[in-house]
């Protein structure tokens, strides 16, 4: 079986926007198969270059401003997302996620990326998450599980 990498975006410290690692904690309260790993990736992204270069499936897991409610989840492959690379980025502080996978596209991998992303309500200094938000971490654990254990992931 193909190993399942889950990557939680997002920064702790900055409420709705930690999100991805709140989700991350989540899951390893309730436990994965052992064919996953849970990361936390943390506001580091250009640290994730290492994983993306893996021969394993990927889901990343970020707070996604898309206009819907507040703790809306979206679901999709990266590639449907059309994220590009920012041709602004002055330092490795500025790189994201996404600036890591052109990098390991550019080393000549191609991870498949499954992105889950929570419309987040508020991003202001807090460690709590909002409400709402806080509502759908247990809901994106669970469609998380369903898709590892579909082997969609």
Known sequence: MKPVKVIGIGNLLMQDDGVGVHVI??????????HVELIDGGTHSYDL????????SFIVVDAMHAGGEPGAIYRAPLHEL???????IMSLHELHFIEAVQMANMLGYNPDILVYGIEPQSVKLSLELSPPVAAAVPKAAELILEDINKGIA
């Open 25 to 34: 904690n989540y899951l390893s309260d309730l436990g994965v198969p052992d």
């Open 49 to 56: 270059l290492e994983y993306f270069a893996a021969d394993a």
């Open 82 to 88: 059309g994220l590009k690379p920012s041709d602004q």
